[in-house]
């Protein structure tokens, strides 16, 4: 089946120690969405690329990089985790843009806890 | 700026009995309007969308919503809950006018108790 996964579902990484979030799809979908969720609140939008265009969320930390190194892979770099990190972090996928009436598709996503 | 909006944080109704989850949405340009249900500890699952057309949309496991342009609502309703759909309720909106990104609504829980 086509799909989004993420790896690793469970992620605990010590405050400042880098750590890298990934995910993959199967669906070849143009745009891949790093989301950001706390305590069962609203997915926050980090950052999305469409094919390899990067667009990055206003207020999203620098501490938050992503690389896209090609249409099914797209990975999360969190430079110096610090405690007010620690979230479900989530990978979705769309074919085409959101503004375009798509809709997108969800991973499981990794839970991250620093300590 | 669009925004969305999730009037009740939780809805408890008994299995059996019809459930509706409460949307409503601001926009510039035509709506786009999106349901996702989350189960926990995983990621949000899609349920339906209404982009234009019928203003009644169904979706996936006996789900549907109502468009409703002049109170710019987007309900989801079901006929006949069952347990197994207690889950988050996520309503987002995107809309044709530019490149608008997905927003969120903060979710409602929704307990169908036996």
């Known amino acids: 089946d086509a799909m989004v996964i993420q790896n690793p579902r469970y992620q605990v990484t010590q405050f400042g120690k880098p750590v890298t979030l990934s995910c993959s799809q199967t669906l070849n979908h143009n745009v891949m969405y790093w989301y950001q969720q706390k305590s069962s609140q609203a997915p926050k939008l980090l950052f999305h690329y469409y094919d390899k265009d990067f667009n990055n969320e206003a207020d999203t930390p620098d501490n938050f990089q992503s690389r896209r190194p090609n249409t099914s892979f797209c990975f999360l770099d969190i430079r110096s985790p610090g405690l007010g990190d620690a979230a479900m972090y989530l990978c979705?996928?769309?074919?085409?843009?959101?503004?375009?009436?798509?809709?997108?598709?969800f991973g499981p996503g990794t839970r991250l806890t620093v300590t | 700026a669009q925004s969305v909006a999730q009037p009740e944080d939780q809805v408890n109704v008994a299995e059996g009995n019809p459930l509706t989850v409460k949307c409503t949405y601001s926009v510039s340009g035509n709506p786009y309007l999106f349901w996702y249900v989350q189960y926990p500890n995983r990621g949000l699952q899609f349920l339906l969308k209404?982009?234009?057309?019928?203003?009644l949309v169904k979706g996936s496991y006996g789900f549907e919503a109502e468009f409703n342009k002049s109170q710019t609502s987007f309900h989801l309703k079901k006929p006949s809950a069952l347990v197994s759909d207690s889950a988050l309720y996520f309503c987002a909106v995107s809309s044709d006018s530019g490149n608008t990104p997905l927003v969120f609504g903060k979710g409602t829980r929704l307990s169908v108790i036996a």
């Open positions: 209404y982009i234009t057309g019928d203003n």
């Open positions: 979705a996928t769309s074919r085409d843009l959101s503004g375009r009436a798509y809709e997108q598709y």
